[in-house]
């Protein structure tokens, strides 16, 4: 429950070591660069260059490995994501990196294959489009480019329109009705053509050309000095053979798929190495010493500087931070705040000096999620689905594995609250022994049934949001203790306390309350009197010292008036936790829905089939449902309600110069 001070470190370190020392940084992980700026003599070089050549050629792996994953995909389970990277000793990734020119090479040889797979492709496209143009053509039984004899030319083409013999002898006749020796053909109707073939004299094949071209004759732009059917044999075999080059090709990338492994490796290597290269242009640097600063977690200072000066020539300063520097952010927790920490990162990071709110999001997270899902028989189905998960993969990734966690808990907490309300698959039991046993067996709740009473479950949905949102004051009060700030402590917090204290006591013996809840309260004279006293010292506090920081006495006022006027956001912060209330109803109705539907077939043995199809994918539905309702509407309880009284955010998170990796996690000997 804490946000993990930092410090400064200064590393001065000869030229000769400046490589060296950075590569052991970045093993460490540990060390956030933020260079200060320094005075004259001390330059940065420019590593652009570099860095942009190692980063190309991460690039080229990556892009092999995309080309890998098209040819030679890896046979990976569902759950594959949540195996974690793989580990690799240091010994085998230097052995990898010691052959980067050759697997660069492979990866190169890799590209080069599928962009020849690329151009036979597109051969094989034109080999397509000519097969396609030469299809109307395949009865003539003479050469596309056949012109004629000595004494007899030819016409190949095509004419717009819908012909036949007849209405294109008579469109000819009419064009040249001199002409009385031609031969006409028709080849094949196309959709917008007619292929035609016409023979005449030679002598009128001007006068012939002429009356084509007014009905919109067009020779073809495809002429071989074969006949169709002996082109169209030639181009299937040439698609044949570019065919068997695409599968060669592709059979030598299945086969370069072994080379996976060292892609990923070398990737990773290449991309540690531009990361360094940019830390490499920041550092000032004179003609024989180098300086590198940055933020370093305060437990792991001295390990950090013990091990540089061990290694290297090298001097390490260590400063305390200013009040008024705004450090980088890690959260530092015990394992159930770690659980919640993704939740406070997506609203926000603390700032500098206040706290972190991790411990009671985890707690109150599964508190709520349990009371909105609220069935016994969900919760044992997600517990066990996380159990087996962390198990399973036990070198998943961090914030995945808190995630799981602490949705393991949830399920827990929403196996107690079903326990306690009697949900069980809604109401399952019940169900099927009266349709299918003749006989109803009941499990009674261990508490009270929501659906049989909502207004109790209302008042106390109200009760534990209130618990929420006293706890949230109760740490903006620790704040105040924490800062020193005593007068903001009793003003901003006690008199808050105070006044909505007295006002719940003084709401809950009236008839008002009894009405909604049922319940009755008696309180004693002086009790009654004492919740009046509270109510108005609050207030008034409130009221003439919420504004102190203005001389002004009826601005004060007025701001004062104002600040009170939040008891209705209070209000309203209570009635929001009613959606405890509705959610769980919800759960449980839509569950008792589909119980019913399927019972609806009654009994027997297809009863008993199509009740199980109805209930395993109606319950299915309504625990997916369900459980993204439970996890949106306690992320906004605690997000709007809860940090809303005490919490600001706006810190910034700690990006420590580490070995950034995609596909591998080097085991470092540090």
């Known amino acids: 429950m804490a946000v993990c001070k930092m410090q400064r470190m200064n590393i001065f370190g000869l030229q000769e070591d400046r490589k060296a020392i950075l590569e052991r940084l970045q093993a460490w992980g540990v060390l956030e660069v933020n260079i200060p700026e320094t005075g004259d003599g001390l330059a940065t070089m420019d590593t652009t260059s570099s860095r942009q050549r190692y980063e190309r050629r991460a690039q080229t792996l990556q892009q092999a490995l995309e080309v890998l994953d098209r040819y030679a995909p890896e046979h990976k389970s569902l759950f594959a994501t949540l195996a974690g990277k793989d580990q690799i000793g240091k010994d085998d990734y230097t052995e990898v990196c010691t052959r980067r020119h050759e697997i660069v090479a492979a990866a190169q040889q890799v590209l080069n294959r599928e962009k020849e797979i690329g151009e036979h492709k597109a051969a094989i496209s034109r080999l397509e489009n000519q097969l396609e143009g030469l299809e109307p053509w395949m009865s003539l039984d003479v050469p596309m480019n056949f012109r004629g004899t000595a004494s007899t030319s030819l016409f190949l083409g095509t004419i717009p329109g819908s012909w036949t013999q007849e209405t294109l002898m008579e469109a000819i006749g009419a064009a040249t009705p001199e002409l ?37 004759f067009a020779r073809p732009s495809q002429l071989s000095d074969k006949t169709p059917a002996d082109a169209q044999a030639d181009l299937l075999a040439q698609r044949a053979g570019e065919e068997q080059k695409i599968a060669d090709l592709e059979a030598a990338l299945r086969e370069q798929g072994g080379s996976r492994r060292d892609f990923q490796v070398l990737s990773d290597y290449f991309r540690i190495r531009a990361d360094k290269y940019e830390v490499l242009g920041q550092l000032p640097q004179s003609s024989r010493t180098f300086l590198v600063s940055g933020y370093v977690p305060a437990d792991q200072t001295k390990k950090l500087a013990g091990d540089l000066t061990d290694h290297y020539r090298a001097a390490v300063e260590i400063e305390e931070l200013p009040e008024d520097e705004e450090a980088p952010v890690l959260l530092q927790n015990n394992h159930v705040g770690k659980m919640s920490e993704g939740i406070v990162k997506t609203f926000a990071l603390p700032h500098s000096g206040e706290i972190d709110p991790s411990f009671f999001t985890t707690i109150f997270y599964i508190f709520f999620f349990g009371l909105m899902l609220s069935d016994a028989a969900y919760g044992a189905i997600i517990s066990i689905a996380c159990a087996f998960a962390l198990l399973k993969f036990p070198r998943m990734g961090q914030n995945m594995k808190h995630s799981l966690q602490l949705f393991f808990w949830c399920g827990l907490s929403t196996v107690f609250w079903g326990v306690m309300f009697g949900g069980f698959f809604g109401d399952a039991v019940n169900v099927v022994s009266r349709t299918f046993f003749g006989h109803e067996i009941t499990l009674k709740p261990v508490w009270f049934a929501p659906l049989e009473d909502p207004t109790k479950m209302l008042v106390y949905s109200m009760l534990f949001g209130m618990i929420h949102l006293y706890t949230g004051l109760l740490l903006k009060g620790y704040m105040c203790l ?25 709401l809950l013996p009236t008839e008002i309350f009894y009405g909604i809840s049922q319940m009755r309260f008696n309180f004693s004279p002086a009790l009654v009197q004492a919740s009046k006293i509270m109510a108005i010292v609050g207030a008034a506090g409130i009221l003439l010292m919420s504004a102190r920081d203005k001389k002004n006495p009826l601005l004060r006022l007025a701001l004062g008036a104002y600040d009170l006027y939040n008891i209705t956001g209070w209000l309203s912060d209570a009635l929001s936790y009613s959606r405890l209330l509705a959610l769980g109803l919800a759960t449980g109705v839509i569950a008792q829905v589909f119980n019913q539907m399927g019972s609806m077939f009654g009994g027997g043995v297809l009863g008993a089939i199509l009740f199980t199809v109805v209930f395993v994918v109606g319950h299915v539905l309504n625990l997916a449902i369900n459980l993204l309702g439970a996890y949106v509407h306690t992320c906004r309880l605690q ?3 809860f940090y809303g009284k005490f919490y600001e955010g706006g810190g910034r998170e700690f990006q420590p110069f580490h070995q950034q990796t995609n596909y591998v996690e080097i085991k470092e000997e540090i």
């Open 180 to 216: 009385t020796a031609q031969d006409v053909t028709i080849l094949s109707i196309g959709r917008d053509y007619a292929y035609i073939a016409v023979l005449c004299l030679r002598d009128d094949a001007a006068k012939l050309e002429e009356a084509l071209r007014s009905i919109g």
């Open 639 to 641: 997000y709007v309600e």
């Open 482 to 506: 924490r800062r020193k700030d005593f007068v903001g402590f009793i003003f901003d917090v006690v008199c808050w306390l105070l006044m909505l204290t007295g006002l719940i006591l003084m």
